[in-house]
């Protein structure tokens, strides 16, 4: 399958000198576009970056993606998941790290909510918390946050790879028609 766009540090961060990697370890990760029954978009916040991210993390072993999607979804934004659809993957190069992430998108109706906090003890830790939005904000939460990031206001690497690629997992479910 084709990744819906291929991220690498100077694309994220173009005045910065990336390290040299020899050798990729590989992380698969999932991100989701959950919807709840008024439209809205669930998006994570937490008072230590300040930004706004789709919901999601690391696909654990024997986990497929939609399994990932609604434990992920469980954790950070409260409630399981319905109907999900592939959006596609998304491909990073963080020479940092020397990990080359593949990020399946994931869009999905939100549906039970949890009855238990199931955040991680690291996800309690930063306060992580949930917010919806509707489509229109959450395409101007992506932009500003992207300008932000172009204009060197945002320092933290892996949080710097997250908006990027959370904008274009958004902006491809709305070219797919996935989300209005």
Known sequence: ??????????????HKQ????ETWSERRTVKIVLQNERGEIALVTNPVHNCHLLPG???EDGESVHQAADRECREEANRSIK???DIGIVEEFRARDGKHY???GVAALADT??????RTGNEKDLGLKVNWYPLDDVLKIFADQNRRLAEGKIEFYNTGFNIVRDKAIVDEAVKR????
């Not at 399958?1 to 994220?12: E, F, R, Y």
């Not at 909510?113 to 199931?118: A, I, L, Q, R, S």
């Open 1 to 14: 399958m084709k990744p819906i766009t291929t991220l690498n540090d100077s694309d994220v961060f173009p």
């Open 18 to 21: 990336a390290a040299a990697v």
């Open 57 to 59: 993390g690391e696909i």
């Open 83 to 85: 109907q999900p659809v």
């Open 102 to 104: 593949i990020t399946s």
């Open 113 to 118: 909510p949890t009855e238990e906090d199931t």
């Open 177 to 180: 028609g996935l989300i209005k």
